[in-house]
């Protein structure tokens, strides 16, 4: 699953012209969930950036705790905790990386998956409101995972979605049929990312100083085709 973010400082303007950021984009080098996240969704059709809180809670939801971070993808048309928010609040999360902890004999090893070329990822996510007034509320979100497969596996057995830039809009309309919107959850392919290992200091929230993303050994990726 998707319990850990890296975001570093991204330039969102140039991969997304048309974004409209009243906000700062929240950044951090180990985000962890249960804490505001920088979502893009579409507001009166204009691409916008917002905040929400990492861990969706709707309006019935009792118990905080009880909000999830993830959403697999292949529940989004059957729980109702996601159904409404699927067909009506799709947002997406910028990020740098997502780590993820391999089993070891002895420990997990961390490893942070980014893009192989170290860009941007937009990662599928929901998001719903929870009027606290008439006029106040709070926004909440959680990611969209799929199954890992390929060089990635061994690591984790789930990951978030990734949008391509080109389905922004497709992903974030409300009006695309959800049938459409499903066929974009599919894992990533195979040469878009790669991971390596990391200090295990990640493994506590509370540090969140860069070396938490700087890699201890070389990338797991596919190898670039060399041109003839």
């Not at 990822?121 to 926004?139: I, K, M, P, Q, V």
């Not at 080109?166 to 790669?194: F, H, K, M, S």
Request: hydrophobic share 40%.
């Amino acid at each position: 699953m998707a319990g850990r973010l890296y975001i570093a400082p991204l330039e969102l303007e140039r991969l997304l012209p048309d974004l409209v950021a009243e906000t700062t984009l929240i950044t951090g080098a180990n985000l962890a969930p249960r804490r505001p996240l920088s979502i893009l969704r579409l507001e009166g059709g204009q691409l916008r950036q917002a905040n929400a809180f990492w861990g969706l809670t709707p309006p019935w939801l009792k118990v905080l705790d009880h909000a999830p971070h993830c959403a697999r993808a292949e529940a989004l048309t059957t729980r109702p905790m996601f159904r409404e928010a699927f067909g009506a609040r799709r947002c997406l999360v910028p990020a740098s990386g997502v780590y993820v902890w391999k089993p070891q004999p002895r420990f997990k090893q961390p490893f942070l998956v980014t893009r192989a070329d170290r860009g941007p990822l937009l990662l599928a996510g929901l998001w719903c409101r929870f009027h606290t007034t008439l006029s106040e509320y709070n926004d909440s979100m959680a990611l969209i995972t799929v199954p890992t497969e390929g060089l990635l596996a061994p690591l984790t057995d789930r990951l978030p979605a990734v949008i391509d830039p080109g389905n922004v809009r497709r992903w974030l309309d409300p009006q695309t049929p959800l049938a459409e919107a499903q066929a974009l959850l599919a894992p990533a392919p195979g040469e878009l990312l790669g991971a390596f290992p990391v200090s295990r200091r990640v493994n506590d929230p509370a540090n969140q100083d860069p070396a938490c993303a700087h890699p201890t050994g070389p990338m797991l990726n596919h190898p670039v085709p060399q041109e003839r």
